[in-house]
């Protein structure tokens, strides 16, 4: 088992640009979870996923979207990029939403803004 | 509001002497709490949580909802160990990890 993947591995975009982000979860996973970690910090939360629906999501602007889809793989979409959108995103993935369920992490997608 | 805090940025040690990470949240509820591990050039993996009660890689953690604490020891501590750790809080809702900002634990031979 490869483990949540993400890609792309890193991506360079300028302000005002969109981009999209991708990730498979573990085989059998249900839930998808998206974290934003700036350098120095530990990862923030932003949305998770479950049976493609949205379950929750964190202080972000609207300009961050998610969807998941019938094989329970998930973007994510960042509209009119800003520099402090430089960040490293983290993809997490659980067999279901229940709380005490570990979250599995990708490597992650290096977003640099220029 | 929930809120995790680990107040050691940074935390230097001996090869075999004790560590202690410190963990402390804030949260009206029940919480389930995580510890979470990077190692250099790892992806950020699931260390141990307080429901398994177990010891992983020597590491134990308690939690002290008196002192709204989840403390990671280990007694020996050793160079492998040299990480970065997060401490984590779900608060039950399932969806939302609140992770602290993380202890840099550098072991020295």
């Known amino acids: 088992d490869a483990g949540v993947t993400q890609s792309p591995t890193h991506l360079i975009k300028t302000r005002g640009q969109h981009v999209t982000l991708r990730c498979s979860p573990i085989?059998?996973?249900?839930?998808v979870s998206w974290y934003q970690q700036v350098l120095g910090q530990g990862p923030q939360f932003i949305f998770q996923y479950y049976e493609k629906e949205e379950r929750g999501r964190g202080n972000f602007p609207d300009r961050f979207s998610a969807r998941q889809f019938p094989n329970y793989s998930s973007e994510l979409n960042v509209n009119a990029l800003l520099l402090g959108d430089s960040a490293l995103y983290l993809c997490?993935?659980?067999?279901?939403?229940?709380?005490?369920?570990?979250?599995?992490f990708g490597d992650g997608t290096r977003l640099s803004i220029l | 509001a929930q809120r995790v805090t680990q107040p050691e940025k940074l935390l230097s040690v001996f090869k075999g002497a004790p560590v202690e990470l410190k963990c402390n949240y804030s949260y009206s509820g029940s919480p389930e709490l995580f510890w979470y591990v990077q190692y250099s050039r790892q992806r950020l993996q699931l260390l141990l949580r307080h429901i398994s009660r177990e010891s992983i890689k020597g590491f134990t953690a308690d939690l002290n909802k008196g002192e709204t604490s989840f403390h990671l020891k280990k007694p020996f501590a050793q160079e492998e160990d040299s990480a970065m750790y997060y401490c984590a809080l779900n608060s039950g809702s399932g969806y939302a990890l609140n992770f602290g900002k993380g202890t840099s634990l550098l072991v020295t031979p």
């Open positions: 085989s059998g996973h249900k839930s």
């Open positions: 997490a993935s659980s067999l279901g939403g229940q709380s005490n369920q570990p979250q599995h």
